[in-house]
C-alpha cells in the first residue's frame, strides 16, 4: 500500500492512543521513523524524482518528520508523569538470588600461609614472573654450565629473558632492596616446562627468607615445624629434614611431613650460600640465613585431599564451588 506522507500525522496519532508504555512508543517510532520506516522509505524515494521535484518534496518530508518527532515527545513526556504516579513497589518480593562465588583452594592457601608467617614478622614480596638469568640463576650461585640449570626445564622468551622457574628469584629482589635483616615471604607463580597429573606447566611457589645475625640452622626447623602444626592445625604431624642439595644453599635440605603412614616430601630449604649474599652485597661473616621454598599446590592437594593437581587449573564450577564457605582471612 502507497502511503501518502500528508497522512502520516494522522496515522501516528491513531497509534500513539493505543501507546501506554515507553516500550510501545518505541515500536511506533520504529514504524515511522525506523529503518524502514514509513517516512524512511518516503525520504528514500526522492531519489526517484527530478532536480525540481526533489527539493519540494524534501522540504515537505522534513516538515512531517518535524512534526511527527514533536508528537512522539509530547506522548513519551506524558507516559513518564502518568507512570511515575503508577509505578507500585513491592516491598515484600524475595530479592533476587545472588550467586556468590568462591575462593580459588590455591589463593585460600597462599592466604592462610601468608597468615602463619606474618605472626613471625615477615613481609609479603612480590616480584616479577619474566625473569633475566642473572636473577634466576646467576645471583643464586647457578652458574652458566651448573647441571642444575636443566633440572630447572626453562621456559626462555628469547635469549635473555625466561619465565622465572621459581620463587627463588624474589629473594635477590628483596636483598638488593634494603639492608639486612631481612624476613621475606614472596608467592608466586612459577613455571616449567613440564606437564602430568602431579606437574603443570605454571604452578606456584611460596619462598621464605630470613636473614640476620646469628641466624642458625635450627631457628629454620624451629619456624618450619610450627608451620606444619599451624597450617594442618595439628600438633602431632611428624616431620623431618633429609640432607639435599640446591646451589644457592648450603647446608640444605628438603622437608618431609608424615601423611597416611607415609613420609612425603614438602619442601626445599636450607641455609643461604655465602656467595648468593655476596652477590647482594651482604657481609657473610656478619649476617646469616635460612630460606625455604615450598610448592602451593601441593599444600592444597593435601588440605583439601585433592587427587589431581589439573582441577586447579580447570576452573570446573563444580569443583570450585566446594570452597564457597571458606573465608580468605
Ligand atoms: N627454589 C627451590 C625449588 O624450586 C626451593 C628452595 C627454595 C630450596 C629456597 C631451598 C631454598 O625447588
Request: proline share 4%; hydrophobic share 35%.
Amino acid at each position: 500500500m502507497d502511503i501518502n506522507h500528508t497522512d502520516l500525522e494522522y496515522l501516528l496519532k491513531e497509534d500513539l492512543k493505543s501507546c501506554n508504555k515507553e516500550h510501545d512508543l518505541l515500536q511506533v517510532k520504529s514504524k515511522y521513523l525506523g529503518k524502514k520506516g514509513l517516512l524512511t522509505s518516503l525520504f528514500a524515494s526522492i531519489k526517484k524524482l527530478n532536480q525540481e521535484e526533489r527539493k519540494k518534496f524534501g522540504v515537505e518530508l522534513n516538515n512531517v518528520k518535524n512534526t511527527l518527532l514533536l508528537l512522539l515527545d509530547k506522548k513519551l513526556d506524558s507516559l513518564k508523569v502518568t507512570n511515575q504516579s503508577t509505578i507500585k513497589i513491592d516491598l515484600d518480593v524475595p530479592p533476587r538470588h545472588h550467586n556468590n562465588g568462591s575462593h580459588h583452594p590455591i589463593s585460600l592457601v597462599i592466604k592462610r600461609i601468608e597468615n602463619i608467617f606474618l605472626k613471625y614478622g615477615f613481609d609479603i614480596h612480590d616480584g616479577p614472573e619474566i625473569e633475566t638469568e642473572h636473577y634466576n640463576f646467576e645471583s643464586l650461585n647457578i652458574g652458566d654450565n651448573h647441571p642444575a640449570r636443566d633440572m630447572h626445564d626453562t621456559f626462555y622468551l628469547n635469549n635473555k629473558l625466561l619465565l622465572r622457574t621459581h620463587t627463588s628469584s624474589v629473594q635477590i629482589h628483596a636483598m638488593e632492596n634494603s639492608a639486612p635483616p631481612f624476613r621475606v615471604l614472596a608467592p608466586g607463580r612459577v613455571y616449567r616446562c613440564d606437564s602430568d597429573p602431579t606437574h603443570s606447566p605454571m604452578f606456584h611457589q611460596i619462598e621464605g627468607l630470613c636473614v640476620d645475625t646469628d641466624i642458625t640452622f635450627s631457628n629454620l626447623k624451629w619456624i618450619l615445624n610450627n608451620f606444619i602444626s599451624d597450617f594442618f592445625d595439628n600438633k602431632n604431624i611428624k616431620t623431618r629434614f633429609r640432607p639435599s642439595y640446591f646451589p644457592f644453599t648450603e647446608p640444605s635440605a628438603e622437608m618431609d611431613i608424615m601423611f597416611n603412614n607415609k613420609w612425603l616430601e614438602v619442601l626445599g630449604c636450607g641455609m643461604v650460600h655465602p656467595n648468593v649474599l655476596k652477590n647482594v652485597n651482604i657481609d657473610s661473616k656478619k649476617y646469616s640465613g635460612f630460606a625455604f621454598g615450598l610448592g602451593i599446590e601441593r599444600f592444597a592437594m593435601l588440605a583439601y585431599q585433592i587427587k589431581d593437581l589439573r582441577v586447579f587449573f580447570e576452573n570446573d564450577i563444580n569443583f570450585l564451588e566446594q570452597f564457597k564457605n571458606i573465608r580468605l582471612s
